[in-house]
């Protein structure tokens, strides 16, 4: 068997028998519902007060009940919710070898480290990507089913750019998490960074200087904001990129030169 094909295989065996998939797309599937919740509050708020939805002081300023703004709230909370989940799963992925002790077995077997470790990133992108079709589709079926305007074929296409290109930033950033899970030999360090990520570009986008802060940019893309196109120049994408680039390097360097013995 090719020896990409067996490592691949591997990992997803490994995440087919654990129960950190279901859990993950449970947790992101909660977005989607609490967007629905929201439209319905909205659409007639002195009856989700009557029905107990929400209390007398509630004050609700997420917009109006209708398309645009059920999946405005999909493509934020794919940007910041997604840079939580996306690292949880990539700290699995990478931290799991050093918490149950198996990342001297794994080396031991006769496949290169640089092989196992682009089966793990291919793993943790289909995965990831996978989630943000999740919640794109449960997005649909929410908001068809709570039956709210201004569904248009223009907003549904803006709305697929917004939320799959915050997607896939924020997926560009997810070899840190690895290097950080691989490097600090377990969960917790990984953990450590993505609050510490998360924090710096929350900073950042509030001092103004998210588009040249990688960790900004998929919240700035979108629209959390405001409109991307003010926010975001190509500098901001050419910075992702290249960050995203020396991230992956750095990690493959790292399971090349490690010593794992330890």
């Known amino acids: 068997m090719n020896p990409f094909i067996a490592a691949f295989w591997a990992e997803t065996l490994k995440a087919r028998r654990s129960k950190v998939p279901f859990f993950t797309a449970l947790g992101f599937s909660i977005v989607p519902l609490v967007g629905g919740l929201f439209m319905i509050i909205l659409k007639d708020p002195e009856a989700a007060k009557s029905m107990g939805l929400i209390s007398a002081k509630a004050q609700l300023t997420v917009g109006t009940a209708e398309w645009s703004t059920l999946l405005n709230m999909l493509a934020q909370a794919t940007a910041v919710g997604g840079a939580i989940i996306f690292s949880i799963v990539t700290t699995w992925v990478f931290g799991r070898e050093f918490s149950d002790h198996t990342a001297k077995e794994l080396l031991a077997l006769p496949t290169s480290r640089a092989t196992i470790v682009t089966a793990k990133f291919i793993l943790i992108a289909l995965w990831t990507f996978a989630l943000t079709v999740l919640i794109f589709i449960l997005g649909l ?96 994408y050419v910075i992702v990129i290249t960050t995203s680039m020396i991230g992956l390097f750095a990690t493959f360097i790292w399971w090349r030169k490690a010593d794992h013995t330890k």
């Open 141 to 236: 079926i929410v908001g068809n089913n709570v039956d709210i305007p201004g569904w248009s074929t223009e907003l549904f296409q803006s709305s697929t750019v917004d939320i799959f290109g915050s997607a896939l930033l924020t997926i560009a950033l997810l070899p840190y998490v690895a290097l950080v899970a691989s490097a600090g030999r377990g969960y917790m360090p990984a953990f450590g960074w993505m609050v510490f990520s998360t924090v710096l570009a929350q900073v950042a986008a509030i001092t103004g200087w998210g588009d040249w802060f990688p960790w900004s940019v998929p919240a700035l893309f979108s629209g959390a904001v405001g409109p991307r196109a003010e926010l975001l120049g190509t500098h901001s």
